[in-house]
């Protein structure tokens, strides 16, 4: 069953990264083109095919302000509703992302701006077509007689004119005094790096454990970036296992008391951003692994020869079992790429699945935990 178990673990990092690295290097081919097709289609008003553009971008890039900026605009000229993109638009701080766009296309180095972050960018070059045209668009609707506007669609079109001042005047929104266009595109561009995370916490059983107490946790991950809707983890976790009581080992035939100073978890977890308003993030999460109660036996092997030209190697005899867990996290930037958090997660962990395990361990764990992405 072990067996089993490891061959799940292995196939579940391998479909997660494989996911993961695939997705991070198609967004780049997939937006090169798509806008190489949104162009022509721009100029032609063609909306049908638009909309499929932008849901090819989001299912591989994720939602952005590009995707976002193109819904709008899609939707106010075809005299569609609102009310809801642009309130989605305005939470994300979208306007500011656009706002540092602008800034840094208007720069004389703007190829060089682009080219050292490619990916805070979304892949979508500086100065592209796509946005002049998006420009050009948003332009006529604010002068022509046949359109009547709200206010929050005419103050959307204003931003997307390229005219910030009347934008911001229109909504009462000015930025703060450190610029926010600044702040919310170092947050964006920071959730574009992968990341380390480092956990501590408290780890206890559900209902009446004979052999674990609750204990402290500690572990380190790595987390792929927050900027996608799915974040997958790859995590060493320990728990010390503080008052806790002796239990049965079988050790090669010798039965063996043992008072386990250290249980270990290695594996991967992926989740999924529920919500994510810039700062604050909420990730609902599930993970599978190998889990093991040190034991401290171990044995020495030797191999190819005799005792005395033999060569040897350390066989650990631990309890070996398969770890599954769900849970959910609350992050907060802070500052960079650094996020605060708080992760609590329910875990089954059939120690018993070892045949050598002989005193019954029950299955069921909590966790809380605090955690720092670095």
Not at 67 to 89: F, M, V
Not at 258 to 278: E, L, Q, R
């Amino acid at each position: 069953m072990l067996h089993i178990a490891k061959i799940l673990v292995a196939l579940i990092f391998l479909l997660s990264f494989s996911k993961y690295t695939y997705a991070q290097s198609s967004c780049e081919e997939i937006t090169t083109t798509s806008l190489q097709r949104l162009t022509p289609l721009l100029k032609k008003n063609d909306f049908s095919q638009i909309a499929s553009i932008i849901s090819t971008l989001e299912s591989v890039c994720g939602k952005s302000e590009f995707t976002l900026r193109l819904q709008l605009i899609r939707q106010l000229i075809l005299k569609e509703d609102t009310q809801k993109e642009i309130s989605t638009y305005l939470d994300n701080h979208y306007d500011e992302i656009l706002t540092h766009r602008y800034d840094n296309a208007a720069d004389n180095n703007y190829r060089d701006i682009y080219t050292k972050d490619k990916a805070a960018f979304h892949f979508i070059p500086l100065n592209h077509p796509v946005d002049s045209l998006i420009r050009l668009k948003a332009t006529a609707l604010l002068n022509s007689p046949s359109y009547v506007l709200t206010e929050q669609e005419e103050a959307i079109s204003l931003l997307f004119a390229d005219d910030i001042d009347a934008f911001y005047e229109q909504l009462n929104r000015r930025p703060k005094a450190v610029p926010a266009t600044e702040s919310s595109y170092k947050l964006e561009s920071g959730k574009e790096r992968i990341g380390v995370g480092l956990y501590a916490g408290a780890f206890g059983t559900v209902g009446e454990n004979s052999t674990f107490t609750t204990s402290p946790s500690f572990g380190a991950s790595i987390m792929s970036p927050l900027a996608n809707s799915f974040v997958f983890e790859l995590a060493l976790k320990f728990r010390l296992n503080t008052n806790d009581n002796y239990f049965e080992f079988n050790d090669d035939g010798v039965i063996q008391d043992i008072n386990s100073s250290a249980s270990f978890f290695f594996g991967g977890t992926a989740g999924y951003k529920v919500f994510d308003n810039g700062p604050w993030i909420v990730l609902p999460k599930v993970g599978a692994g190998l889990g093991f109660i040190n034991t401290g036996l171990s044995e020495t092997t030797f191999y190819n020869g005799d005792y005395d030209d033999a060569s040897s190697g350390i066989q650990y005899n631990n309890a070996n079992t398969f770890h599954t867990f769900i849970g959910v996290a609350l992050m907060r930037h802070v500052k960079g790429r650094k996020f605060i958090g708080l992760e609590a997660g329910y875990h089954y962990i059939p120690y018993n699945w070892d045949k050598d395990l002989i005193t019954s361990i029950q299955p069921r764990y909590w966790s809380l935990e605090l955690f720092l992405k670095l």
